[in-house]
Structure formats: C-alpha cells, structure tokens
C-alpha cells in the first residue's frame, strides 16, 4: 500500500506561480511512473503532467511550457511547479502512482488550486 499526500494548493493571481508536493509513504520513484492530474467542477479528471521512474516527463498541451513536474527520489516527493497559471487551471489537483509492471494505482486526496484575481 502507497498513501500520498498533496500539498500546496491555495488561491493565486492570473500570471502567478504556484508549486505542489506529493509525499509517498515509502520509497516508490524508482519503480512506479507518477502522475499529476485535475479536476474542474462538472469536468472529468484530465492527466496533466507524468514523470516516469526513468526519469521521462510528459505535460498536456494546455500546461506544456508552463508547468514543470520534477521528483526527488531522497524525500519520495514528486513536485509540480506552477508557472504563468490561467483561470482555466482552477481545479483539484491529484497525485497518482502507477507500477506499470503490476497496473496498480494509488492517488492522493488532492488539493485545491485556484486562480483569480
């Protein structure tokens, strides 16, 4: 079992920055790919941002340039760094590990960005 807890989220301006953190309960970043995901209300969860073990990212065309996920292995803590945020970023935001060599998943409780002026 993996619990992740989220930090970081609160309220920002149009323009501003913003970094969240994921703890995971245990060493898991050399194995599992992890992921940031949202959820605006009335909207399904969309993927965001993933990091794999290997070291891989890959962003969603609306946050490409913008954001920026990292990890550090030492603290098991991914992080997502929050640049030139919009309104439309406005959501929860979700940590999830996956360990692609079995297909489970964990996610965290999530925490709230909101931008506006």
């Known amino acids: 079992q993996v619990q992740l807890v989220e930090s970081g989220g609160g309220l920002v301006q149009p323009g501003g920055s913003l970094k969240l953190s994921c703890v995971a309960s245990?060493?898991?970043?050399?194995?599992?790919?992890m992921a940031w995901y949202r959820q605006a209300p009335g909207n399904q969860r969309e993927l965001v941002a993933v990091?794999?073990?290997?070291?891989?990212?890959n962003y969603a065309d609306s946050v490409r340039g913008r954001f920026t996920m990292s990890g550090d292995k030492v603290r098991n803590t991914v992080y997502l760094h929050m640049n030139i945020v919009k309104p439309e970023d406005t959501a929860a935001y979700y940590c999830?590990?996956?360990?692609?060599?079995?297909?489970?998943?964990?996610w965290g409780q999530g925490t709230q960005v909101t931008v506006s002026a």
């Open positions: 990091l794999t073990s290997d070291g891989r990212s």
């Open positions: 999830n590990a996956e360990d692609p060599y079995i297909g489970r998943e964990f």
């Open positions: 245990r060493s898991i970043l050399n194995r599992y790919n």
